[in-house]
């Protein structure tokens, strides 16, 4: 099966086609990451994007449930250089060509990568096609422009829960009995109850949360104020999620409401609605920050962190009122990477601690979390 990537700018890539015979459109951005293809896939942060990686061998330990973020993938293409159509793996329950053909993701491969990538970081990331149907490059540059950009784009609203549900240490995917899941701990003290926002909530962030000791009621993204707090949370979190954070005026009046109200928590796109609610303002990166492998400076510790990260958009230190702290920054690019308010409680980052590259950098903002919520009881 041939396949053709086509970029907005005319640019042309033709490989093999795998997974599913289809076409997808999309913003096209890389990932830098050396595993954790599946964690990518089904990250509902990536929903209207093309994803490139750079890991040149894509594929081969296949997937299995237990490594799922979400019940299904939310890339809209994949592109690689060399795609496995078999899997050698003691975990693996289905091959990744056939778990992304039942999802109905095509699959681009034999493709120099590093060109791509080379591409999009000196022109910044741009629309694209990628097709395994159409073989007329100029129909799919043509199709290209006119998909609809991310800038000023609502797709939280797209991929949020639609109805309220319980998640806690009895739930089965906290129980699926694989040994590198995190489990919940017992000796936490008092159960706490966080609400969180889903915006595009990765899996493991609820199994992180339930293994500080808390049930997790998760709500859809357009959930007053009011009525969160009438669930008697002990704490509120904020999720990632995909696309413009500016668009998202319901989350960003939300935020502003339970703040001093409530211990509160953000991660990613969560932090950049803190960053909105907060008085400041968001802008869009040229190429994004998506991998395994950025150095975040703790300014409160000095330590650094190896943090996993995917977002398009960052918050502005420049435009954060006084009461604001920046705690966090990002080493590569020295983009704001954290924040917290200087008297409520109320702090977020912009990259994912759940994703536990480090391994463990990042886990301490789970704790932190909770102990804010137990001062805040007293």
């Known amino acids: 099966m041939q396949a053709i990537l086509a970029l907005e700018d005319g640019r042309i890539f033709r490989g093999k086609g795998f997974g599913a015979k289809a076409e997808c459109y999309g ?25 490139v990686l750079t890991n040149p061998q894509i ?20 592109v690689v250089r060399e795609f496995s159509p078999i899997s050698s793996n003691w975990r693996s329950t289905q091959v990744t060509d056939e ?26 990331v741009m629309r694209g096609v990628v097709s395994t149907l159409e073989t007329d490059p100029d129909k799919l540059i043509a199709k290209a422009r006119a998909i609809k950009k991310m800038d000023g784009t609502d797709l939280a609203s797209v991929v949020t829960t639609k109805s309220v549900y319980e998640f806690n240490a009895d739930d089965p995917r906290n ?3 694989d040994p590198l899941l995190p489990q919940a701990r017992d000796g936490k003290g008092e159960p706490l109850h966080v609400v969180a926002y889903d915006f595009g909530i990765k899996q493991n962030i609820l199994r992180m949360l339930t293994r500080e000791g808390c049930r997790v009621t998760v709500v859809p993204a357009t959930t007053s104020a009011e009525e969160v707090l009438a669930m008697n949370p002990d704490g509120v979190f904020f999720s990632n999620g995909p696309g413009d954070p500016e668009p998202l005026h319901y989350a960003i ?15 990613c796109l969560g ?30 510790t000095s330590k650094v962190e190896i943090t996993a990260q ?69």
């Open 175 to 177: 129980q699926a009995g």
């Open 253 to 267: 009046e939300n935020a502003q409401k339970l703040k001093g109200k409530t211990p509160m928590f953000g991660i």
């Open 99 to 124: 778990y992304l053909e039942r999802y109905n993701v095509p699959v681009i491969s034999d493709i120099d990568t590093r060109a791509v990538v080379r591409h999009l970081r000196t022109n910044g």
């Open 310 to 378: 995917n977002h398009n958009f960052n918050v502005d230190p420049a435009s954060l009122p006084a009461d604001v702290a920046v705690t966090h920054v990002n080493l590569n690019d020295d983009t704001l990477a954290g924040l917290k308010h200087k008297t409520d409680p109320m702090f977020s980052v912009q990259y994912h601690p759940e994703a536990s590259p480090g391994p463990h950098d990042s886990h301490y903002l789970f704790q932190d979390f909770r102990k804010m919520m137990e001062e805040w009881k007293k």
């Open 27 to 51: 913003e096209v951005v890389f990932n830098t990451s050396l595993t954790g293809y599946q964690e990518i896939f089904t990250d509902p942060s990536y929903a209207g994007q093309i994803v």
């Open 271 to 300: 932090h950049q609605i803190f960053g909105l609610a907060l008085g400041g303002k968001t802008y869009k990166l040229k190429f994004g920050h998506h991998g395994g492998n950025h150095p975040i400076m703790n300014k409160e």
């Open 59 to 78: 594929g081969n330990y296949g997937t299995t449930p237990s490594d799922a973020e979400a019940s299904r993938p939310y890339i809209e293409g994949l």
